[in-house]
C-alpha cells in the first residue's frame, strides 16, 4: 500500500534544490492587454509567485524632450497631447502655466475658468476609461460599456470646443486658442448630470462586488513612507494617505476659488487606488459645475502681451503693426525672457511636471518633462514581488498610467 | 516656509553652497559632492520630503562645467518647492553622487539622466539605460546629437548574432495571421485575391 506525505509550502521552499524546483522567467508584455500599452516586465516566477519584476520601458519613447528643442514654444502644443493621452487639454493646460510661469505672466479670469473646466472634463474622461479598463482588468466586461459610452459624450464636447476628438491642442502660451462654442457650457451642465448617474451605477456594480473586492482589497498596498519615498503623486499618493493635491495646496489657474474635497485612501491598496478615482470624478464634476456658473466675461487670451500672443486675426488682414506683430510670433515665437522654471499641474495621473530652461527667444533651451506614469511605474520592482502572477493585472490597473507619457 | 533662513541654514552646514537665482521658486547651488549630505537634510530638517524631480541638463559642448544635476524637491506638509543643483565637476565623463539612499525615488531619474546625458551616479544600484535600449552607444539629449538622430544597428542584428537565428521580417498582409509553411499567398484567402503578393512583385 502506498502512503502519501503531505508537503506544505514552507517545506518546499525549505527544499527547493532538493525538490529540483527552478524559477521561472517570464515576459510579460510588451504587447499584453494586461499591460495598457508597450509595457514590458521581466519577472521571475516560483510557481505562481512572482519573486522580481523589472519593467521595461521606452517602447514608446520619441524623444519629445529633444523635440521641443528645436521649435517655438507653441508648435510643441501638439506634443503635449501625445503624453498622457487619456487627459490631452489637461497636458495643454500644464504645459501652457509652465511657459507661462516662465514668461511671468497670468492669463485672464474667463481663460483660467475655461481652462479649470477643460482640465476637470479631462480628469473625469481619463478616470472614466481608467476605472473601466481595470474592472475589465478583474473580470467585468460591463462597466467597461457603461463609462466608455459616457468618455464618448465627453469627446463630442472635446471636437465643439477644440475641433479635435482627442489631440485637442486647445492652449496657447498666454491663453486658449478660442473661446466657448455657443451653448457648450449647457451641453457640459447636462454631461454633468447623466455622468454622475453612470458613476453611480458603476459604484453599484464594484464597490461592494464580492469579484472585484477579492482581486483588489489588500493587494500591493503602498505604505505612506514607500509612496513618499518614490515621489508618487495624484490619486497613486492620496490612496496611500497623503492628503497632497497641487490644485488645494499650490492652486493654479484660479482653483483656489472652487470648493471642493480630496479624497484620501487609508491603507493604499488597489482598492483605495479605485474608490479615491471614483470620489475624485465627483468633486471633478463639482468643480465643473462651479466654474461653469460663475464663467467670467472677457478676453480668453493676454491681448496685451503682444510678444507673446497673436494678434485677431481680423487686425492681421488689415493693420500695419498686426500684421508684423502675428509674423514676428509666428517665425520665432512667443518671447520668453532667460531664466528657468519648474510647474507641476495636479493630473488626472499625478503631478505632470514641465522644467524649462530658456536662454530668452522663442524656444527652449531644454524641456523637461516629469511624467507621472513614469514615477508611477518605477515602484512596481517594490510592490509586485510576494503577490501571484494573476494579481498584476490588478495592480498595473489600479496605478492607472499611461505609457506615452511614461516613455515620452 | 522662510525661503532665506533656509538658504542661510544650507549656506552654514555646506560652505560650497550658493543661492541660485531662480524667479519661481527658492533655488541652491551645491557642490556635486554634497548633493546627497544637502538634500538629506532637506528631507529631514526641512520636510522636503518628496522628489518631485530629477533631471540633467547639458548647457553645450563650449561651457564648462557643461553637465548639471537638478533637482526638484516638494514638502508633504508645508507643499513648497526647492530647486538644488550640482555641477558635474568633469566635463568629458560627467559624474554625480546618486540620490538613491535618499530617495529610492531618484533610481529611475537617475538611470534617465545617464541614459540621455551621460551622466554617471555614483553608488546608483543598476544605472542602466532606461528609455534607449541596453547597447545603444549614444547619449541623445547632448547638444551635439542631431535632431535627425544618427544611424546605428538596431538591436535584431545583435539578437541574430547570439541566437544564430535570423530575425523573420513582419508578414507583407495578412495582419497576424502566420501561416505555418509556404507563403502567405497559398496559406490565406486574403493574400490570394490581391494582385500582388511575394510572388508577384507589385506593379
Redesign the interface.
Same mark, same amino acid.
Given at each position: 500500500m502506498r502512503t502519501t506525505k503531505e508537503i506544505s509550502l514552507g517545506d518546499v521552499a525549505a527544499r527547493s534544490e532538493e525538490l529540483g524546483a527552478e524559477r521561472m522567467s517570464l515576459n510579460l508584455g510588451p504587447s499584453h492587454p494586461a499591460t495598457h500599452g508597450v509595457l514590458r516586465l521581466r519577472l521571475e516566477l516560483d510557481g505562481d509567485t512572482v519573486t522580481q519584476c523589472d519593467p521595461v520601458?521606452?517602447y514608446l519613447?520619441r524623444?519629445d524632450? !529633444?523635440?521641443a528643442?528645436?521649435m517655438t514654444y507653441n508648435q510643441f502644443v501638439p506634443y503635449t497631447d501625445r503624453l498622457d493621452y487619456l487627459a490631452p487639454l489637461a497636458n495643454n493646460v500644464a504645459y501652457a502655466l509652465a511657459v507661462e510661469? %516662465?514668461a511671468?505672466i497670468r492669463v485672464p479670469p474667463r481663460c483660467e475658468a475655461i481652462r479649470v473646466v477643460c482640465c476637470e472634463l479631462a480628469r473625469i474622461s481619463s478616470h472614466l476609461l481608467g476605472i473601466g479598463v481595470y474592472a475589465m482588468d478583474t473580470g467585468a466586461w460591463t462597466v467597461f460599456m457603461y463609462t466608455f459610452n459616457e468618455r464618448e459624450k465627453l469627446y463630442t464636447l472635446f471636437e465643439e470646443l477644440t475641433g479635435a476628438r482627442f489631440t485637442t491642442s486647445y492652449t496657447r502660451v498666454g491663453g486658449v486658442a478660442r473661446d466657448l462654442p455657443e451653448g457648450w457650457t449647457g451641453r457640459v451642465e447636462g454631461f454633468c448630470d447623466g455622468v454622475l448617474r453612470v458613476v453611480d451605477e458603476v459604484d453599484a456594480l464594484l464597490t461592494r462586488n464580492r469579484i472585484f473586492l477579492e482581486r483588489t482589497e489588500g493587494i500591493a498596498p503602498i505604505s505612506r513612507e514607500l509612496a %513618499? $519615498?518614490?515621489? %508618487?503623486?495624484g490619486a497613486n499618493l492620496r490612496a496611500s494617505g497623503?492628503p497632497?493635491d497641487l490644485r488645494k495646496? =499650490?492652486p493654479y489657474s484660479g482653483y483656489g476659488q472652487y470648493a471642493f474635497d480630496v479624497p484620501v485612501g487609508t491603507k493604499g491598496d488597489c482598492y483605495d487606488r479605485y474608490l479615491v478615482r471614483m470620489e475624485e470624478m465627483r468633486q471633478s464634476v463639482a468643480i465643473v459645475r462651479q466654474a461653469l456658473a460663475r464663467m467670467p466675461d472677457g478676453p480668453v487670451a493676454c491681448v496685451d502681451q503682444r510678444r507673446i500672443v497673436l494678434p485677431p486675426k481680423d487686425k492681421v488682414m488689415t493693420r500695419m503693426e498686426e500684421l508684423i506683430q502675428n509674423f514676428m510670433l509666428v517665425t520665432e515665437g512667443p518671447q520668453v525672457p532667460a531664466?528657468?522654471? *519648474? +510647474?507641476?499641474a495636479e493630473n488626472p495621473k499625478g $503631478?505632470l511636471?514641465f *522644467?524649462v530652461?530658456s536662454r530668452g527667444g522663442g524656444v527652449p533651451f @531644454?524641456l =523637461?518633462i @516629469?511624467g507621472p506614469s +513614469?514615477?508611477s %511605474?518605477?515602484?512596481l520592482p !517594490?510592490v509586485v514581488p510576494g503577490h501571484h502572477l494573476t494579481d498584476i493585472p490588478s495592480i498595473l490597473g489600479s496605478l492607472d498610467f499611461v505609457m506615452g507619457e511614461c516613455? @515620452? | 516656509m522662510d525661503a532665506a533662513a533656509l538658504l542661510a541654514d544650507l549656506q552654514a552646514a555646506f560652505p560650497g553652497a550658493a543661492p541660485r537665482p531662480s524667479a519661481d521658486m527658492p533655488g541652491l547651488d551645491v557642490p556635486a559632492a554634497d548633493l546627497p549630505a544637502a538634500v538629506t537634510r532637506l528631507r529631514d530638517a526641512h520636510g522636503f520630503d518628496l522628489l518631485a524631480d530629477l533631471c540633467g541638463v547639458d548647457r553645450g559642448p563650449a561651457v564648462s562645467p557643461r553637465f548639471s544635476v537638478v533637482v526638484h524637491l516638494l514638502g508633504s506638509g508645508h507643499h513648497a518647492y526647492l530647486r538644488v543643483a550640482a555641477a558635474c565637476p568633469d566635463d568629458a565623463a560627467p559624474e554625480a553622487p546618486s540620490l538613491t539612499a535618499v530617495h529610492p525615488g531618484a533610481d529611475w531619474h537617475e538611470r534617465e539622466a545617464f541614459d540621455m546625458f551621460g551622466i554617471r551616479f555614483a553608488g546608483h544600484p543598476d544605472l542602466r539605460r532606461i528609455l534607449m535600449w541596453d547597447g545603444y552607444p549614444h547619449h541623445p539629449l547632448r547638444k551635439e546629437f542631431p535632431l535627425a538622430g544618427m544611424p546605428v544597428d538596431l538591436p535584431a542584428a545583435d539578437v541574430a548574432a547570439v541566437t544564430g537565428r535570423r530575425v523573420e521580417p513582419a508578414p507583407m498582409m495578412g495582419g497576424p495571421f502566420v501561416s505555418p509553411g509556404g507563403t502567405m499567398a497559398k496559406a490565406e484567402p486574403v493574400a490570394r485575391d490581391e494582385s500582388w503578393n511575394e510572388e508577384n512583385p507589385k506593379p
Open positions: 520601458i521606452g519613447h524623444g524632450e !529633444k523635440i528643442e528645436a510661469n %516662465l511671468g %513618499l $519615498a518614490h515621489g %508618487l503623486t497623503v497632497l495646496d =499650490r531664466g528657468e522654471c *519648474y +510647474f507641476e $503631478a511636471g *522644467y530652461v @531644454r =523637461r @516629469r +513614469f514615477v %511605474l518605477s515602484i !517594490k516613455d @515620452r | -
